[in-house]
């Protein structure tokens, strides 16, 4: 039982290089992250999706766009890579749910990103 | 003020003793509060999940929500060297059908020999 997997685990980009973070669950959840981790800042939510169809801006949305390709899929791309978006990228995906319910984030096993 | 706040530590303890963690939060309407323990290069992982007032226990952890004055913590017995990681709090902050999760800094706790 893979649950949500990330690729890549590692990624060095020049600035103004362009890559898509592809991330997948097999766990038949409708909603799907992306945060990132910077140390002293926690885990920030930069998009996520509540269903599939939908994506909805986090915190820290500038410079990313998203795409939930289909239930399983949810993927971020930077456009043009900058040296603030170096950090460590987290997916996580849970099942739907309102208020206090269902609301456990599994995560994947992230990925390593340095933009120089 | 950050929406989820704690100190960075480290916490150190000893083996065997009690280590206490705590997490203050700014939005009186959350309604469901949740421990991550994240080891050092590794991704989070949920611990404990809380939604009422008072305590709720589950083997050596138990987490405590006082919502009158926005405040959880999570308690840890007979502290073990194996529950040396970073302990992350997180608020469903706004509510919604997906679970927006708004995460503190995390605290650091190391529990020596």
């Known amino acids: 039982n893979a649950g949500v997997t990330q690729t890549p685990k590692f990624q060095v980009l020049k600035t103004g290089q362009s890559m898509t973070l592809q991330c997948a669950q097999d766990?038949?959840?409708?909603?799907m992250y992306w945060y990132r981790q910077d140390p002293g800042m926690g885990l920030r939510l930069i998009y996520y999706?509540?269903?599939?169809?939908?994506?909805d801006k986090g915190e820290v949305p500038n410079g990313y766009n998203v795409s939930r390709l289909n239930k399983r899929e949810f993927s971020l791309r930077l456009e043009s890579a900058a040296p603030s978006q170096t950090s460590v990228y987290f997916c996580?995906?849970?099942?739907?749910?309102?208020?206090?319910?269902?609301?456990?984030?599994?995560f994947g096993s992230g990925t390593q990103l340095s933009v120089l | 003020q950050k929406e989820v706040e704690q100190n960075s530590g480290p916490l150190s303890v000893p083996e065997g003793a009690i280590a206490s963690l705590n997490c203050t939060y700014s939005?009186?309407?959350?309604?469901?509060f949740f421990w991550y323990r994240q080891y050092s290069g590794k991704s989070p992982e949920l611990i404990m999940s809380i939604y009422s007032n008072g305590d709720k226990e589950d083997g050596r952890f138990t987490a405590q929500l006082n919502k009158a004055s926005q405040y959880v913590s999570l308690l840890i017995r007979d502290s073990q060297p194996s529950d040396s990681a970073t302990y992350l709090c997180?608020?469903?902050?706004?509510?919604?059908?997906?679970?927006?999760?708004?995460f503190g800094t995390g605290t650091r706790l190391q529990v020596t020999l």
């Open positions: 766990m038949n959840h409708n909603s």
């Open positions: 996580a995906s849970s099942r739907i749910g309102t208020g206090r319910y269902n609301e456990k984030l599994f």
């Open positions: 997180a608020v469903n902050i706004g509510g919604g059908t997906a679970s927006k999760l708004t």
């Open positions: 939005d009186r309407v959350s309604q469901s």
């Open positions: 999706s509540a269903s599939e169809g939908t994506t």
